[in-house]
């Protein structure tokens, strides 16, 4: 049934596989790569929302723009369920998560407007380390749920 998520891994796995070849998925041409996003943005996008965007530090632009355009990318770009796009960027710059591809694509394209250099390498490595801090964080303030302790036997568990 169409618009109905995978039943299983493989049934995702095989899906995805067909996604990533795909130059279009819902009517919505997906870039190959960076560059040809930057082509799609600069279509996509007026030219005086450019300049506001432009004019503003690429940390506040991405913090305005997550829930627009960064929403915006994730949905039409196909990042969750899989695109030739989210997959160029899990396979050739080592970025994973839907929300990271977003912020990447919204300060790199920054970067371009403002004539900037894209500093990807560490740009990637940024996104690394935050998502490390966090991963820490997180096992540093979980909460535990459940715990058990499992009786041992006279007979040394036997």
């Given at each position: 049934?169409?618009?109905?998520?995978?039943?299983?891994?493989?049934?995702?796995?095989?899906?995805?596989?067909?996604?990533?070849?795909?130059?279009s998925?819902?009517?919505?041409?997906?870039?190959?790569?960076?560059?040809?996003?930057?082509?799609?943005l600069?279509?996509?996008?007026?030219?005086?929302?450019?300049?506001?965007?432009?004019?503003?530090?690429?940390?506040?632009?991405?913090?305005?723009?997550?829930?627009?355009?960064?929403?915006?990318?994730?949905?039409?770009?196909?990042?969750?369920?899989?695109?030739?796009?989210?997959?160029?960027?899990?396979?050739?710059?080592?970025?994973?998560?839907?929300?990271?591809?977003?912020?990447?694509?919204i300060?790199?394209?920054?970067?371009?407007?403002?004539?900037?250099?894209?500093?990807?390498?560490?740009?990637?490595?940024?996104?690394?380390?935050?998502?490390?801090?966090?991963?820490?964080?997180?096992?540093?303030?979980?909460?535990?749920?459940?715990?058990?302790?499992?009786?041992?036997?006279?007979?040394?568990?036997?």
């Amino acid at each position: 049934m169409p618009g109905q998520p995978p039943a299983t891994k493989e049934e995702f796995k095989k899906n995805y596989q067909q996604r990533i070849r795909k130059e279009s998925i819902n009517g919505v041409y997906i870039p190959k790569d960076v560059p040809d996003a930057f082509v799609q943005l600069n279509e996509l996008i007026d030219e005086d929302s450019k300049q506001k965007f432009r004019k503003v530090h690429e940390d506040t632009a991405v913090t305005k723009l997550h829930f627009s355009l960064g929403r915006w990318i994730i949905r039409n770009w196909g990042f969750y369920e899989g695109s030739r796009l989210s997959h160029y960027l899990r396979t050739n710059l080592d970025i994973y998560h839907p929300e990271d591809m977003a912020r990447f694509l919204i300060i790199t394209y920054h970067r371009n407007l403002n004539r900037k250099p894209l500093n990807v390498k560490e740009l990637v490595e940024k996104i690394h380390q935050k998502q490390e801090q966090e991963r820490r964080q997180l096992l540093e303030e979980g909460t535990i749920i459940h715990e058990e302790t499992r009786k041992r036997d006279n007979n040394g568990g036997r």
